[in-house]
């Protein structure tokens, strides 16, 4: 299996999140080609919200940049060979970040 040659980078996850991304990127790529990416991070990205609820995003290549926001304890960027995951749910979604929320009952025009 590839879970074992996997080297994280950084993450805010707890270790049993982590072991699941590892595990299940082992899995994309044993159905999926190296080369299939986009076809490994829907993979990823689907399982992660079925196990933690909606709402994550996934990218999958060799060479890549990134700037994002993510939800405390939701962030993981590990490495297989050449391949590099990065794995997190967006900061921006309004069910999970209650202090932004604004009863509309209270709003008055």
Do not use: N
């Amino acid at each position: 299996m590839m879970e074992g040659k996997a080297v994280i980078g950084e993450t805010d996850m707890l270790p049993t999140m982590q072991q699941d991304a590892l595990r299940l990127a082992a899995k994309a790529l044993d159905h999926f080609d190296i080369t299939d990416s986009t076809e490994i991070a829907r993979f990823i990205k689907m399982e992660f919200d079925c196990l933690y609820g909606p709402g994550w995003q996934c990218i999958v290549g060799t060479d890549f940049g990134s700037f994002v926001t993510h939800c405390c304890g939701c962030f993981i960027y590990f490495g297989i060979g050449s391949l590099a995951i990065l794995l997190f749910r967006g900061g921006s979604a309004p069910e999970y970040d209650t202090d932004r929320l604004i009863d509309m009952k209270t709003v008055k025009a």
